[in-house]
């Protein structure tokens, strides 16, 4: 018959429960014979009910051990902004109380009772971090063993303090703290231990954890600590708590879709220099990021600047000088052809360096950059450099007209323009070679980066 009992009816039992009275024990006995179905008569710890408003101990010298454990049954939000988090603790605490005691065996082998909670003194013990009033439900009741041992369980919605470092987002781990301590009662009242070892609370609460959104439970440790007061020194517990966002939800939404618009615009580059289709594609990518910024700006977090912010800028700012390289290309190529302007030296060399590195540099270049002796530029889909330039009239055409040495000196002109085109020509696909390159740098960057901070 032995088992949990309420409290009420008329059953007597015969119990032995101290009291202090007067800075000594004193006890009292309840008559058991009366057990019936309806349970305890509540008179019977009323003599113990009407001193919850002390510390339950025979010598006030003794400091009352209370053993702390808790379940993490739910991570519910994680506020960066403003640096809290908010979770679900099923908190229990664990005394004794040396004035109640009872043989089970005189008393129908009751062995364990269950009690209001508001009828017990009850340890202050609260959350340091903790930012909220208490959210525990009303009408919590509180286990009496026969031995005189107490145990409280407290669910209580958790809205606490942690120093969030938000700069590896989506891929962040954070350490967040649950310090318990008293507020009343020094180390020379009330010491803190452990109900359970730290693994045991971890397992559980890797198993009655209810929430599978964004955030999964990592590891708890904990470390026994003293706190200063004045002169005053109070006895603590804190908890460290581990957890890691689940970035899968911000890889789908946020870095894929921003890897495949940068990879779209890497292969705008196979466009020909001249196409008057290559700027406006180019355009409306720029625009479409903009877009997909502003749609995806909820996702983000609201303070700080993480490590995903600086991948947008980087991509915005690659996507930008990519068009302002289109837009130069196509002036250069537009002037090239009508009037292609002389190449500076420094630019011819590095141009020369660039393009054929095995080559010296010319000692001595003519006038104009003629005889320079740098080959055409045959580009996929760019025209021959001759024929971005108007055709010269032929010797015959020029004899009609009765001007053999004008006819010389047009030909030696036609040849150092075409030959300025090709410079020109060849220095737009060394741009577009380069900005392609740093694309797939950039890219080939990118994805190192996500795997190795989604690995570890």
């Given at each position: 018959m032995g088992g949990e009992w309420p409290l009420g009816g008329e059953l007597l039992l015969y119990l032995t429960v101290s009291l202090l009275h007067q800075g000594r024990a004193d006890p009292f006995t309840i008559n058991c014979s009366g057990f019936d179905q309806h349970g305890v008569d509540p008179a019977a710890f009323q003599a113990v009910f009407d001193r919850k408003a002390?510390?339950?101990?025979?010598?006030?010298?003794?400091?009352?051990?209370?053993?702390?454990?808790?379940?993490?049954?739910?991570?519910?939000?994680?506020?960066?902004?403003?640096?809290?988090?908010?979770?679900?603790?099923?908190?229990?605490?664990?005394?004794d109380n040396p004035f109640i005691s009872w043989n089970p065996e005189e008393c129908v082998d009751v062995n364990k009772l269950t009690v209001s909670a508001e009828n017990l003194w009850l340890p202050d013990i609260f959350i340091m971090e903790s930012m909220d009033v208490d959210r525990a439900p009303p009408g919590l009741s509180a286990y009496i063993s026969s031995d005189g041992r107490i145990q409280y369980d407290r669910p209580v919605r958790v809205t606490s303090i942690c120093n969030l470092d938000i700069f590896y987002f989506p891929f962040d781990?954070?350490?967040?703290?649950?310090?318990?301590?008293?507020?009343?009662?020094?180390?020379?009242?009330?010491?803190?231990?452990m109900?359970?070892?730290?693994?045991?609370?971890?397992?559980?609460?890797?198993?009655?954890?209810?929430?599978?959104?964004?955030?999964?439970?990592?590891?708890?440790?904990?470390?026994?600590?003293?706190?200063?007061?004045?002169?005053?020194?109070?006895?603590?517990?804190?908890f460290y708590v581990a957890i890691r966002r689940r970035p899968r939800l911000y890889i789908i939404n946020l870095l894929l879709p921003s890897g495949f618009l940068m990879a779209i615009d890497a292969l705008s580059f196979f466009l020909p220099a001249e196409s008057e289709s290559r700027a406006p594609f180019k355009i409306t990518l720029l625009l479409g990021y903009n877009v997909f910024l502003l749609l995806m700006n909820d996702l983000l977090p609201a303070s700080g600047t993480p490590l995903i912010s600086v991948y947008f800028a980087l991509c915005l700012s690659l996507m930008v000088v990519s068009l302002l390289e289109t837009i130069f290309i196509t002036y250069l190529l537009h002037l090239a052809t009508t009037q292609p302007p002389p190449m500076p030296r420094w630019l011819h060399s590095l141009l020369l360096h660039?393009?054929?590195?095995?080559?010296?540099?010319?000692t001595a270049p003519q006038k104009g950059n003629k005889g320079l002796g740098l080959a055409p530029a045959n580009l996929p889909g760019l025209k021959e450099p001759v024929e971005?330039?108007?055709?010269?009239?032929g010797p015959q055409a020029a004899e009609l007209n009765g001007c053999p040495e004008s006819t010389r000196g047009q030909q030696e002109d036609e040849a150092q323009k075409q030959h300025l085109v090709s410079l020109w020509v060849q220095f737009s696909h060394m741009m577009d070679t380069l900005l392609f390159r740093l694309y797939l740098l950039f890219m080939a960057t990118f994805i190192t980066s996500v795997i190795v901070l989604w690995s570890t």
């Open positions: 002390f510390r339950p101990v025979i010598n006030y010298s003794i400091p009352t051990h209370v053993n702390i454990s808790f379940t993490l049954s739910a991570i519910l939000e994680v506020d960066a902004h403003l640096q809290l988090l908010t979770s679900f603790l099923w908190i229990v605490l664990i005394w781990q954070q350490n967040c703290t649950f310090t318990f301590t008293s507020f009343l009662y020094t180390v020379d009242s009330m010491l803190l231990g109900d359970k070892e730290v693994w045991e609370i971890t397992d559980t609460s890797r198993n009655v954890i209810q929430t599978q959104g964004e955030w999964e439970l990592l590891g708890i440790t904990k470390a026994t600590l003293k706190m200063f007061v004045g002169s005053n020194m109070y006895d603590q517990i804190t660039c393009t054929s590195p095995m080559k010296c540099c010319p971005l330039v108007e055709k010269a009239p």
